[in-house]
């Protein structure tokens, strides 16, 4: 089992910035996430993929509605991820969830089987 700790979230006016965090930790034979991401869930909405990243070779994929406003980056030795959030709007209300992925798939797919408990994030006009 991954186990996937999320921190970050919070209020913030339209146009500010936050930066999510996401920690991993599993037993030594379990650990063979090669995607780790993050998505989104906004009240009556369908949960959507919003960033990926190939943990391997720092490749990464966004979610149309976000490219060039959000970056997802890691540090491998702490094995963390984290999500900076520019230019935020209203629109981007959502609880955010870290994931990752040891299938196999394509990061880009967003197809992942692990889950963290998800935090909160507002933007207020």
């Known amino acids: 089992q991954v186990q996937l700790e999320e921190s970050g979230g919070g209020s913030v006016q339209a146009g500010g910035s936050l930066r999510l965090s996401c920690t991993a930790s599993a037993s030594e034979h379990d650990y063979n996430t090669h995607c780790m991401g993050w998505f989104r869930q906004a009240p009556g909405k369908k949960r959507e993929g919003v960033a990926s990243i190939y943990t391997r070779g720092g490749f990464t994929y966004y979610a149309g509605s976000v490219k060039g406003r959000f970056t997802i980056s890691q540090d491998k030795d702490k094995n963390t991820v984290y999500l900076q959030m520019d230019s935020l709007k209203p629109e981007d209300t959502a609880m955010y969830y870290c994931?990752?992925?040891?299938?196999?798939?394509?990061?880009?797919?967003?197809?992942?089987?692990?889950w963290g408990e998800g935090t909160q994030v507002t933007v207020s006009s």
């Open positions: 994931a990752a992925d040891s299938t196999g798939g394509y990061c880009y797919n967003f197809d992942f089987n692990y």
